[in-house]
């Protein structure tokens, strides 16, 4: 049976964490012709908020409320949208061979890892749009890929096992919500957590176990506890400097302002408005809101999968279509 490598460590930094995440490739790919994919599972020191690869820092970060707060803030490698990572979140990191499937089959193959260790606590969780897994229809991890020359390749989740929504909204700029009225509460009806799921606190080291016996199950592997080396290690100290906590790197995409706009229509369940936020011709966010007790399955679903499409009047009724099909509206 094949082994994989397992690090679980805590409490890192922002530029610390992603620049070992990145240093553990460079074995990957210079032991090509024997791979051994590494598994590690950790978490970040109260709080990072890391932005994703294509993002710009300060449209989607409110660096002010992090230096008030004394959060650290960085970029992924991977792409995706921002979070705010903790004692709270669980970072996921595998990194293996690419191989040649394309990034849209390789996601929900490498997530299949968390589904099935949340599967084994009770929690049912599925893919939606085109990079979160969601529970009962509520986003509960984010995920994200990166590919480097060598061809490493490097898959992270942000899993949502406790979190603090108000503070989320305070360091991080997420237009819609905050177009929205009540957006703590709106932000709360489309994100869940491990511990909501459950109805009860969870252990950080059992949903460790957990993942862990997932990923085992999911790939028919072994995985064998072990500690970074200290090449990896020392490379990772030369990334922080060169990358994860550089200027060049933090600033590295150019500001372009967010579009932002709202609706409002007549459905046949009440008054409907809808909160939309885009950059360039992407929708960033979006949001549903009305006079209904809770937002309707099928509108969570919505604003999920229309969340980093095209504007394109086609694009948009394909993809609705679909969502009413799959919700029986």
Known sequence: ??????????????????????????????????????????????????VGRYQTLDAEVDLDACAATGTAVSRRATGGGAIVMGRGQLGVALVLP????????????????VVEGLGRLGVRAEFGGKNDLLAGGRKIAGLGMYLDTSGALLFHTSLLVDLDIDFMLRVLRIPAAKLADKGAAAVA??????????????????LRDVIAEGFAARFGITLSDDEPAESERTAATGLVVSRYANTSWLDEQHAQPDGTGSATFKSPD?????????????????????????????????????RWRHLNADTMHHLVAEVRSASGT
């Open 98 to 113: 690419a191989g040649a499937a394309s990034f849209r089959q390789l996601i929900p193959e490498l997530g299949g890892g």
């Open 1 to 50: 049976m094949t082994m994989w490598q397992l690090l679980s460590d805590d409490g890192a930094g922002a530029a610390e964490g992603l620049a070992l995440d990145e240093a553990l490739m460079a074995r990957v790919a210079r032991d090509a012709a024997t791979p051994r994919p590494t598994l590690r599972l950790y978490t970040y020191a109260d709080h990072a908020a890391l």
């Open 270 to 306: 009440g008054l409907v408005r809808v909160f939309v936020a885009a950059q360039g011709s992407l929708v960033k966010s979006l949001q549903f809101a009305g006079d209904f007790n809770a937002v309707p399955d099928g509108l969570r679903r919505l604003e999920h999968t229309l």
């Open 189 to 206: 009806e489309r994100v869940t957590t491990v511990s909501r799921e459950l109805g009860r606190p969870i252990g950080m080291d059992v």
